[in-house]
Structures are given as structure tokens and as C-alpha cells.
């Protein structure tokens, strides 16, 4: 209410989702284009209102998934609360050759923006950038004067802003709006700063940046400390109305903000944070588990919002407490973030046109007729064994039928011999990139270890298994177990990718996904869904570093 008592509407805060740029720079968070451009459909669901989609410049295969995101996803409004459809950004360095490959990859999409990006703290332009404070301000003003002749949707970031001079960064902030910046975001890169500090340094830019009415604020937080969510939100309440986040707070080294948590915070404590979102809270759990398969990144079981605890009551004396009343122990409704939202609930006398139509409610209505004819028989096979099939199930096919690299290697056939009376053995039939059909057999110290030998013997790349994660998708014995792993390559060629970011080269790890109702053959789908991607990389690498580097 105002003094009037007039009841306020309630500013919104943009939600900027970055899962697919700061979010794929976490070291094995690789996604393929396919599954970027699948995770943007769902960012669109979610009611995300702009996508970081990429950094173009980074590798041709960079500029290709912002390039399908703003062609395919950027016009989509279905379901959107706000009505318009997700702006889509590319984020650049404050240089031109960045910035015009950035615009390029975006231009398609009917909204969309350029983010560019120069650091202003000492460190860094001693360091990193080699130039003073007046270079600095140059570099700004020409980058954004280029940026805005080729849209009017401009974003500019001065990295590593909590720890630069605030009174260096109004000065560059200052020319950045003058020059044509219409949102000004203030990175927490290193994850240093607490909520009392960034608050006040959102407030203050606020107050003396000369022109600030004139532009959205907006954070931008890592968690080194653990506190990229509390200062996210004291980014909110000191007027930042946009906020930059990634499901499942991947990222850099300890990652980002996370959507979710800044997202139900809002909801939960209305009284706190006089803001609104056009999220669809109810796309929450199913977008993080969507992120969790395709970048292999398994999240946390507890995790706030989207852990598999978030919402479990293990103490007795809280499971009495709930069975008397739920809001004794829970603040928030586990349906509002699309938990047990649907149980249903297919089965083997489901035709194949419930099954389209189920396909379609739940968002997936760009596949093409062939995939779900696919995805119609796995569904057929896992009703013969499983009684009622989940939307999770259904999800879960999809993840390993539709949404897989291309299969330079295939699985056939796979059988295994365990216990514990005999040498765990695995025999694998496999079609290779040339179609020819390859047998062969090894041993292990476990089915599934057996099952990566026998495999590693026929595709003969050496490589390391970083993490194996396997999880039921439903509860009960019948469960679609799903497997995802992370191999990274024994040093050789692709065993590097390039950061442009910081000019370093970075360890490359590759993530693969598989499901079945048993549980070596989900393995052995995930371990080929790794190795394929591995290999398809390889390909293009070489090309990726002199482009970059030149
Ligand atoms: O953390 C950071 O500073 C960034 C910028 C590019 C916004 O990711
Ligand atoms: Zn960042």
C-alpha cells in the first residue's frame, strides 16, 4: 500500500538466465548444440525473460547454438506469463571482432540483446588487461558505441565490480549509459563480496552514477563464499531489478546464483522483497533436472528447492509434526516448484496417440515424427515392464532416445555375468562408425566396470572416468534408473579447450546420460553418450583455438 493507501503494484525483476554461458563454463558442464538449444525451449517454460544463449565468439560450435537458440526458441511465447518471448543475449569481450560475432548470432531473434564485458578493478587491468583506469573508460565508450549501432538492447558488465574503486566504476558506468548501455550489470566475479557490502554497492552506484534512472541495475554473483544467493538478494532490496542467475547455481568454479533459490525466496517472502517474476515456478524441478542429465553436473541431495531432500522428512519428530500440519516443518508447497506435480501415468494400454498428446502438454512439440515414433516404442518397452510410466519416465526416454550425440559408436547388445562367486564379465556387440558390427568381451571389478572395458576395448580411447552418478527416476523396484557420467581424455589433443574469458586453456570433461529399468545398461548408454561426445570434439577443436586465439 502507498500512503494512499493504494495497494502498489509490484516492480518485476528480470530474470536473466545464463545455465548456457556461465553456467557451461563450469569445468565438464559441456553441452552439444541439440541439448542447448532442448534446455533454452525449457528456460523458455520456465518464463525466463532473457537468455544468456552463449559467448559466439568462443568456438563455431558456440555461435551455432546461439544461433539456432534465437532462430528456433526466440519466438516462442506458449505459456509465458509475461507474454513476450525470452530476449536472447550473446555475451562478447569489449572489443569489436567479439562484438559483431555476438550480434550476428543473436540478430534472428526477434528481442534480442548484446552483453559486453571489460574488467574495471585494479588487479585486473594491471594484470590481466595491461591498461590504466583511462584506457579503461576509452575501451568502454568505443565498445558500447559499437554494440548499440547494431541494436538498441545493450548490456555492459565491469568484471570483477566487487572489488574495483567504486568511485572508478560510476565514472565508467557513467560513460557506459552515455555511450548506450540501457543495462548495467555488477559482477561479483569472484564470489568475494558479503550481502551487507554488495547491497551497499548497488545502492551507491544508484545514487551517484549520473543517468541511473535511465537504466535497469542488475547483480551478477558467484559463490566462492557461499553467498552468491543472500547477495543476489541484497542486490534486490537495495533496487537491482534484474538479476543474473543458472539453474542449479552452475558455474564457474563454485558457480552461480541460483535461479531457483533467488526465484522461491521471492515467492516465499513477499514481505522481504517487494518484487515480483514472471517464473512459472511449477517448470522449476523439471528445468533442474533437465540441466542436472544434460551437463552431467548431479545436484546435491540437499540442495535448497531442487535437492532430492528439499522436501524430505527423515526425524520423527518432524514427520509427526507434518502428519499434524504440513506448515510446521515446510515452507513452501512442494507442488509449487513442480514436485509430484503429474503421477501420471501411462500404460501399456496407452495408444500412441495419448502418448503424442502427452509428449505435447508436457512441452516437447518440436519433435518430429520419427523421434516419437522412437520414443513411442521405449515407452512401449518400459510399460511391459513397469506398471503405471511417470511424466519423469516419459522424460527420462526422451533425455536418452532424442536428446544424445550423434552416435559415432553404437550400443547393440550388451550382456553381463556377476556376483559374488565369479568374475564379474561383460560381453558388448556395438556398431561402429563404419556400420560394421564389433564383439568383444572383458573382465572388471564389477558389471559395469566390465561393461566400460568390453567397451574401451572396441572404440581402443583412452580416457577417465571423473564421476558415475546412478539414480532411480521413480520410486519403487521397477524404477528407470538413470546413469550420468564424466570422463575427461588422457592427455592428447582434445584433452584442452580454450577460455576466452580468461585466455586460459582449460581440462575438458565430457558428461553423458543414459536410462533403462537395468541398471548396466543405463550405465553403458551414459559411458558411449560420453565417449560419442568426446570424439565428436575432437573434430572441431583444432579449429576452435586458432580462431580464438588469432
Ligand atoms: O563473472 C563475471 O564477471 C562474468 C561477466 C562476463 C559478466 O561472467
Ligand atoms: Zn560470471
Not at 559483431?100 to 528481442?111: G, I, L, N, S, T
Amino acid at each position: 500500500m502507498n500512503e494512499d493507501g493504494v495497494r502498489k503494484q509490484k516492480e518485476t525483476v528480470v530474470i536473466f538466465d545464463t545455465t548456457l554461458r556461465d553456467g557451461e563454463q563450469s569445468p565438464g558442464a559441456t553441452l552439444n548444440v541439440d541439448e542447448k538449444v532442448e534446455i533454452a525451449r525449457q528456460l523458455s517454460r520456465l518464463g525466463v525473460d532473457i537468455c544468456e544463449a552463449g559467448f559466439p565468439i568462443a568456438s563455431p560450435g558456440d555461435f551455432e547454438a546461439v544461433r539456432r537458440i534465437a532462430e528456433e526458441v526466440g519466438s516462442l511465447t506458449e505459456g509465458r506469463k509475461s507474454g513476450q518471448p525470452m530476449v536472447i543475449a550473446g555475451l562478447a569481450r569489449a572489443n569489436k571482432q567479439d562484438i559483431k560475432r555476438a550480434y550476428e548470432a543473436v540478430r534472428v531473434a526477434p528481442r534480442h540483446r548484446i552483453h559486453t564485458f571489460l574488467a574495471t578493478s585494479d588487479i585486473h587491468l594491471k594484470h590481466k588487461l595491461k591498461m590504466d583506469r583511462e584506457e579503461c573508460i576509452e575501451q568502454v565508450i568505443e565498445s558500447v558505441e559499437y554494440a548499440k549501432a547494431f541494436c538498441d538492447d545493450i548490456e555492459f558488465s565491469p568484471e570483477d565490480a566487487g572489488r574495483s574503486d567504486p568511485e572508478f566504476l560510476v565514472q565508467v558506468l557513467e560513460q557506459a549509459i552515455k555511450a548506450g548501455a540501457t543495462t548495467l550489470n555488477i559482477p561479483d566475479t569472484v564470489g568475494y563480496t558479503t550481502p551487507e557490502e554488495f547491497g551497499w554497492l548497488i545502492k551507491y552506484l544508484i545514487d551517484n552514477t549520473p543517468g541511473a534512472e535511465t537504466v535497469i541495475w542488475s547483480t551478477h554473483c558467484h559463490n566462492d563464499l557461499g553467498l552468491a544467493t543472500a547477495n543476489t538478494l541484497a542486490g534486490v532490496q537495495a533496487g537491482a531489478r534484474q538479476v543474473e542467475v543458472t539453474l542449479n547455481g552452475i558455474g564457474e568454479r563454485a558457480g552461480n546464483t541460483s535461479l531457483e533459490e533467488v526465484v522461491m525466496a521471492i515467492e516465499t517472502r513477499p514481505q522481504k522483497f517487494d518484487v515480483k517474476t514472471n517464473i512459472d515456478t511449477t517448470q522449476i524441478t523439471r528445468t533442474s533436472h533437465m540441466v542436472a542429465t544434460y551437463t552431467g553436473m548431479v545436484v546435491q541431495a540437499n540442495k535448497a528447492i531442487v535437492g532430492a531432500n528439499a522436501f524430505a522428512h527423515e526425524a520423527g519428530i518432524h514427520q509427526d509434526g507434518m502428519l499434524k500440519n504440513q506448515q510446521t516443518y515446510e515452507i513452501m508447497r512442494p507442488e509449487t516448484v513442480g514436485l509430484h506435480a503429474s503421477r501420471l501415468v501411462m500404460g501399456k494400454h496407452s495408444g500412441s496417440h495419448a502418448f503424442r498428446v502427452r509428449l505435447e502438454e508436457m512441452g516437447y512439440d518440436n519433435l518430429s515424427s520419427e523421434e516419437i515414433n522412437l520414443a513411442f516404442k521405449r515407452f512401449k518397452r518400459l510399460a511391459d515392464k513397469k506398471k503405471v510410466v511417470t511424466d519423469a519416465d516419459i522424460e527420462a526416454i526422451i533425455a536418452d532416445e532424442i536428446y544424445q550425440p550423434p552416435e559415432i559408436w553404437k550400443l547393440k547388445k550388451i550382456q553381463v555375468s556377476c556376483g559374488d562367486h565369479s568374475i564379474p564379465t561383460a560381453s558388448v556387440h556395438m556398431i561402429g562408425p563404419d556400420g560394421k558390427d564389433y564383439r568383444d568381451a572383458a573382465l572388471g571389478t564389477g558389471p559395469v566396470d566390465a561393461a566400460y572395458e568390453a567397451i574401451n576395448r572396441i572404440v581402443g580411447v583412452k580416457n577417465r572416468l571423473t564421476e558415475f552418478n546412478i539414480n532411480a527416476v521413480t520410486e519403487g523396484l521397477d524404477a528407470v534408473a538413470e546413469a550420468t557420467i564424466r570422463i575427461q581424455p588422457y592427455n592428447g589433443e582434445s584433452q584442452y579447450a580454450f577460455n576466452p574469458q580468461t585466455n586460459q586453456p582449460v581440462a575438458r570433461t565430457f558428461s553423458g546420460h543414459g536410462a533403462s529399468t537395468d541398471i548396466v545398461v543405463a550405465s553403458a548408454r551414459a559411458y558411449l553418450s560420453a565417449l560419442n561426445k568426446m570424439l565428436a570434439a575432437r573434430v572441431v577443436e583444432s579449429s576452435t583455438v586458432e580462431m580464438v586465439a588469432g
